[in-house]
């Protein structure tokens, strides 16, 4: 069992940065794909970024140039930068990991989640 668990969301202004965190652990693979994803009030949960063993990166294109994907084999960790916030950013964002690479953009692929973090853009 793989455990995720998300730190850093928060209250900032509009134009202001945040960074996310998310730390796994339980079993871990030894290749694999970490996501982040988020779910806005009354919308669907909508891919943001992914990162895969190979540290290729993936990003949805309302977030490409703001934000930055990162990740940390030794500490099973991954990071999510992002900068230039839109009130539009506002949603609870999670982080999820799986054991293949392919389909990273994918939520339904995915095998474990975090119980996410709340961001909150204020104009």
């Known amino acids: 069992q793989v455990q995720l668990v998300e730190s850093g969301g928060g209250l900032v202004q509009a134009g202001g940065s945040l960074r996310l965190s998310c730390v796994a652990s339980g079993r871990t693979f030894s290749s694999y794909t970490m996501g982040w994803f988020r779910q806005a009030p009354g919308k669907e949960r909508e891919f943001v970024a992914a990162?895969?063993?190979?540290?290729?990166?993936y990003y949805a294109d309302f977030v490409k140039g703001r934000f930055t994907i990162s990740k940390d084999n030794g500490n099973d960790a991954v990071y999510l930068e992002m900068n230039s916030l839109k009130p539009e950013d506002t949603a609870v964002y999670y982080c999820?990991?799986?054991?293949?690479?392919?389909?990273?953009?994918?939520?339904?692929?995915?095998?474990?989640w975090g119980q996410g973090t709340q961001v909150t853009v204020s104009s």
């Open positions: 999820a990991t799986k054991s293949t690479g392919l389909l990273a953009t994918q939520g339904t692929t995915y095998d474990y």
């Open positions: 990162i895969r063993w190979s540290h290729t990166t």
